[in-house]
Structures are given as structure tokens and as C-alpha cells.
């Protein structure tokens, strides 16, 4: 079983009535639901997933102290460590308690201040094009099963991804890395004999073509181990899957060389043509230098147009 699947189930066996019976006057301002850090909160996790932090539990999202005071919060922390200690075979870790727990009682404010340091989701320009995506990716990720005045959803809602003219500057940036690392500087390391160079470049195209997909996809980039298995489901360029995971585990001899450039090559031109497909760009070539800065000039806003076009990157 999946560890959403297993929140879930112990919420509404065990959770739901303890809220119930114990803080009815409460129930219609805490969210509940599971999300944030692990694989789980992506539906990621696997029989591996479960050697370390995978357990039967759930989030208590607390509206400030104005509503829920420090007394009443106490009070569900010691109920929801009073729930059973094992369910559907799975045990629960003990509650830390200097905080730091993934499950649990959570102020919401505390919650999204932690990802992305905006207590209600408001992010400027500079806070968009800087907090990094998995951040953003945690903050929105998993499901929210009760959450009955809306308040944790609305933030959720509003941070579900950039803004517009910010993945334009994002989406610029990294085509511009893919253009320098993999058109370009890939097959010249190798001419000057600089093998390992050469696989550095490689890693820099992949990485790039990797955040270039999500934001094709209007989708965060997640936290690197996750990037592979998040695209294979991505509706957009999913089958790149497989050719950027040869550009990163084969080796730059010279019989490979030629082949890993073709991919560098192909990858290029579906990622162009994916661009054309959502007008994002006027540029008529497979040079994705040319296109980054057509992106680019796409932007509305002006000052966000004239940062240099890697500022997002």
C-alpha cells in the first residue's frame, strides 16, 4: 500500500473521530490531509520507500494562534500521539519533541513559511524566480482530505505554479544552457581531448532539458532523485526519458560520441518543436540559443524581460 493510501485510511478510521469526539468546536478550521517532504506525498514510493520515515500518519494543519491557541494545539498534539502505534502492518515513529516532524500538528503559517517563506503564499518576482521548485513542489503536492473553510487549500491553490512571465524567464535560461552545454560545448571538450569535461556538459544538457520539460508542462521540477520518475509521467515529452538517461550513464568514447550528440541533437528539436506547439517562440531553427532569447522577448512585464536571461536559472 502507498503511503497516501495509508493516511488516508488511518485519518478516517482513527483521525476523523478523535477530531470529532475530542475538538468538534474546531474540526471546520483544521485541514488535514499529507504532504510536503518524502516520496509518498508524490505517490513515488515503493517497496524501498519504506526503510526510513514511512509510517501510518497524517497532517493537522492549525490556522494561527488567534483562532487555535497554544493550549488547544497541545492538547491535539498529545491526541494525535495517542492514536494507535501500528496500523495495516506499519508502525509509527515516535513524535520528536523539539518538532521537526512531517506528521502531525502543523501551524499552516510555519507550513509554507518553511517551503517556500511566505506564510500565505504571496511571492514577489525575486521569491519566484529563487525558491527552489521542489520547495514549491512540496508545498503542493499530495492531497488534502478535510479542509472544510478553505484557507490551507486556497494557499495551495495559489502557489500551484509560476506565474506566467516567470517560466518564461525560467524556460529562457535553460534553453540557453542546453544550447551552450550540449550543441556546443559537448562535441568541442571532446576535440581537445577533455573527456571528463565532456560528460560534464553532458550532465549540464540534461539537467537543463530535464527543467525545460516540467516547465513545458507547467509542472515543478521535484527534488533530484524524483526528476526521472516524475517525468515518465508527464503528459509532454515523456519519452525523453530513456535518451537523457543514456547522455548521463554512457561514456564519451569515440563511437558513442557521435551517437550522444545525434540524441543532444534530437532532444533539441523536440524540445523546439514543443516550444512552437505553445507559441512561446518567432525563432525558425534548430539553434536553442536563438530560441531562449525569442522566449525571452516574450516576457510582459519589462523588468522582469531585461534581467539577464539566465536570472532564472
Given at each position: 500500500m502507498q503511503g497516501l493510501e495509508l493516511a488516508r485510511r488511518f485519518y478516517e478510521q482513527y483521525g476523523a473521530p478523535m477530531l470529532h469526539e475530542q475538538f468538534a468546536a474546531f474540526e471546520e478550521v483544521i485541514a488535514v490531509g499529507l504532504?510536503?517532504?518524502?516520496?509518498?506525498?508524490?505517490?513515488?514510493?515503493?517497496?524501498?520507500?519504506?526503510?526510513h520515515d514511512f509510517e501510518p500518519?497524517?497532517?493537522?494543519?492549525?490556522?494561527?494562534?488567534?483562532?487555535?491557541?497554544?493550549?488547544?494545539?497541545?492538547?491535539?498534539?498529545?491526541?494525535?500521539?495517542?492514536?494507535?502505534?501500528?496500523?495495516?502492518?506499519?508502525?509509527r515513529s515516535p513524535m520528536s519533541p523539539v518538532g521537526g516532524n512531517r506528521h502531525g500538528v502543523l501551524r499552516m503559517d510555519e507550513f509554507f513559511r518553511a517551503k517556500v517563506g511566505s506564510p500565505d503564499g504571496e511571492l514577489t518576482a525575486a521569491q519566484w524566480l529563487t525558491t527552489p521548485e521542489f520547495y514549491l513542489a512540496e508545498a503542493t503536492n499530495g492531497e488534502v482530505f478535510r479542509d472544510d473553510c478553505g484557507a490551507f487549500t486556497a494557499v495551495r491553490e495559489r502557489l500551484a505554479f509560476l506565474p506566467e512571465d516567470i517560466r518564461r524567464k525560467k524556460l529562457a535560461g535553460e534553453l540557453l544552457t542546453m544550447a551552450q552545454s550540449g550543441q556546443y560545448n559537448y562535441n568541442r571538450c571532446l576535440r581537445h581531448g577533455e573527456t571528463g569535461a565532456a560528460q560534464l556538459a553532458a550532465i549540464e544538457f540534461v539537467r537543463a532539458a530535464l527543467h525545460a520539460v516540467f516547465l513545458l508542462n507547467k509542472a515543478y521540477l521535484p527534488?533530484?532523485?524524483?526528476?526521472?520518475?516524475a517525468l515518465r509521467d508527464l503528459p509532454l515529452l515523456s519519452d525523453l526519458n530513456m535518451p537523457l538517461e543514456f547522455l548521463l550513464t554512457t561514456e564519451n568514447t569515440a563511437d558513442l560520441a557521435e551517437t550522444k550528440y545525434g540524441i543532444i541533437e534530437d532532444i533539441a528539436g523536440m524540445v523546439i518543436e514543443a516550444l512552437q506547439a505553445q507559441d512561446l517562440t518567432k525563432a525558425i531553427c534548430g539553434d536553442l540559443e536563438k530560441h531562449a532569447y525569442s522566449v525571452n522577448d516574450t516576457i510582459a512585464d519589462a523588468t522582469l524581460r531585461n534581467l539577464h536571461v539566465l536570472a532564472g536559472v
Open positions: 504532504c510536503g517532504s518524502g516520496s509518498e506525498c508524490f505517490g513515488y514510493d515503493d517497496d524501498v520507500s519504506t526503510d500518519g497524517f497532517c493537522l494543519f492549525l490556522p494561527g494562534e488567534d483562532v487555535i491557541d497554544r493550549r488547544t494545539a497541545f492538547l491535539l498534539e498529545r491526541a494525535y500521539a495517542k492514536l494507535p502505534k501500528e496500523f495495516e502492518g506499519f508502525t527534488y533530484y532523485k524524483w526528476q526521472f520518475r
